[in-house]
């Protein structure tokens, strides 16, 4: 089901340029927030966009920057949470103390204080997200780590003379790997949530950029005399973050059975 | 040849509260090379520690005290990465639990060829004709086509056939079979045993057999030693030990065999706990020989059967 949805949203992201009726900044006085019509089924806002087109295109953008930066917390925070699970002892404290701080202070405020060293921009929210995941991937990397590091055939492998590189990453690294791309999807869908947030307070796509977040924030002024505006993209979001929910799951019965992931 | 000379080898574990536990308590033995030793206890008497020793394969937090000398080298004066170059290529080992010793990502073939490119700087082809070699060998038909299965494609006896062809792919000089046949119905244990004993007399391989089934040792082993609670109490050729048991433990454990009776014999109390053992013998609480002088460990002594046992009446 979630991955059904999924596969729609992402083939509507893919092909957004295509889909959109309009141009997402074509602005038009004649149309200033009128309700959804045949030629604008989602309506036009407050400078006579089409709702629809931007809608597309603010998705797409959301999307690359959910996936992009649930990636590049893949991509740290796996090979930190595999070596420290694996070896354990004291390189396990190095690696995963510093990430146990970043994991303590709070998700918003840690995004925000590195908007305010970086500047905004959808590229910086991207880095902010991924920082912010990157102690949650490692966490569950390192745990399904160390359930598999004691697993019969790892012991076995061991005892064959394989090398310690070599057992951890072509024996526990796919073994492990189920409760991390379990975690990785429940992430995108909160990627979704976090990149319209600071959107909204104005901290990461500028505009004129269609961006979820920043949508919200326009409908939201404009509320009591065109619902369309904010609805359509509070949906989007809506769907999207309820379609990796429930990817998610389904994955977590199929990989993580024991429920590793958080 | 002496292949394995242990001496004194003592194993403790820390515990997460920083207690210790003594899971092997100075344990003595040799291994002569073509030579099988079974290593019979319960649950918990500090087999499977003993072999994970000998492995270098000990959990991080254990503490090994002793000697143990394989090939006439000092096990522990090796750096990890010798050790890793013994391990699977002169020493080799099958774990316990055999059926889950293959990893399900890879074919059980594969992981084979594994273990000689681990060892012998040979290509990938190479590896995968030597094993698929090995694999026939062993009694896997058709191999060749075989060799992609994964594990559990393979029937339970095929699957440890493949684990001891793993096993045995670079001619180890030492085999270690812990519990090798446990899971296994009878008459593929009787296979598994045959194989393991012509793989033997082929390479003049020496054999650890750890096993809690005496019907096994029986069978395949040349002497036998007896654990109990880390404690080496009895080591004896095997005809002897089952026909005259001499340490009261061991004459419990063969008491306890099923037979023509009609009423099991029990052996009144439990195993100590490791974490806080008796002071010298630790069989003593239990024993129904205890005395005084229990409370030092008594040495195992003797020649050819030896006993460690004040009780028992040993030559000085």
Redesign the interface.
Known sequence: MGAAILLVLVIVALAAPLLAPHGPEEIDATRVLAGPSAAHPFGSDALGRDVLSRVLFAFRASLGVAVGSVLLSLLAGVPIGLVAGFR??RIDGLLMRPLDLLLALPALLLAISLIAILGEGSLVVLVAIAIIYLPIIARVMRASALVVRE??????????????R?VMT??VL??AAGPVLVQATVLMGFAIQVEAALSFLGLGAQPPTPSLGLMLLDGYQVLRQAWWVDVFPGLAIAITVVAFMLLGDGLRRRYDPAGVAE | MTLLELEDVRVDYTRGDGSSVSAVAGVSLTLEAGETLGLVGESGCGKSTLAAAVMGLLPTGAVTGGSARFDGRELGALTAEQRRQLRGDRMAMIVQEPQSALDASYSAGSQVAETIRAHRDVSRAAAKARAIELLEEIGIPAAAERYGDPPHRLSGGMRQRAVIAAALANDPALLIADEPTTALDVTIQAQVLRLLAEARERHGMGMLLITHDLGVVAQVCDRVGVLYAGQLVELAPARELFAAPRHPYTRALLAALPGPRDTLPTLPGRVPDLGDPPQGCRFAPRCPLAMPKCSVAPALEGTGHQTACWAVERPS
């Open positions: 354990g002892g697993r019969p055939y790892v012991t076995a492998s061991r005892s064959r003379g394989v090398t310690g070599r072509r024996h796919p073994n």
